[in-house]
């Protein structure tokens, strides 16, 4: 009866993809626990490395970046850089309104220049108008 072999041929089949099933279930686990051994590893590196940082970076807060001597010598550095610093721009308004003063000076002299070529310019064309043909 070709009725009855249907379901056994079913059966069978479906027992062979079940297998298929399982055994791939055993791959995926086997898959997963090596996964999990490697997280674990690098997890296990990854706090250890953590661990040390952190142990010396505590190191490191515990000692003053920079003694007291030390700190009084830049101190001393910084105030001595300023000192510099002020004098050179004091210098440098000197050297500014000395050139200002010079400027103005050559300016007015200018002035006074073009004033009397204008003026010698118009005595010598009066003294041509005067002159005969």
């Known amino acids: ?6 379901p056994h ?12 099933l399982q055994q791939e279930n055993r791959e ?9 051994d490697a997280l674990e590893l690098i997890m296990s590196k990854y706090r250890k490395q953590m661990l040390q ?3 010396g970076r505590k190191r490191e807060d515990a000692e003053p970046v920079l ?3 030390e700190i009084e010598s830049q101190i001393d550095r910084i105030c001595e850089m300023g000192a510099v610093m002020r004098k050179a721009v004091q ?5 500014f309104f000395k050139v200002q003063e010079k400027l103005a000076q050559l300016e007015l002299e200018n002035k006074e220049l073009r004033e009397l070529l204008s003026i010698s310019k118009e005595s010598f064309e009066v003294g041509r108008e005067d002159l005969p043909d």
């Open 53 to 55: 940082l952190l142990e």
């Open 67 to 69: 003694k007291v001597p």
């Open 91 to 95: 210098v440098d308004d000197e050297q």
């Open 28 to 36: 995926l686990w086997v898959s997963l626990e090596e996964h999990q």
């Open 1 to 6: 009866d070709p009725s009855r072999l249907r």
């Open 9 to 20: 041929v079913l059966l069978a089949q479906e027992n062979t993809q079940i297998r298929d």
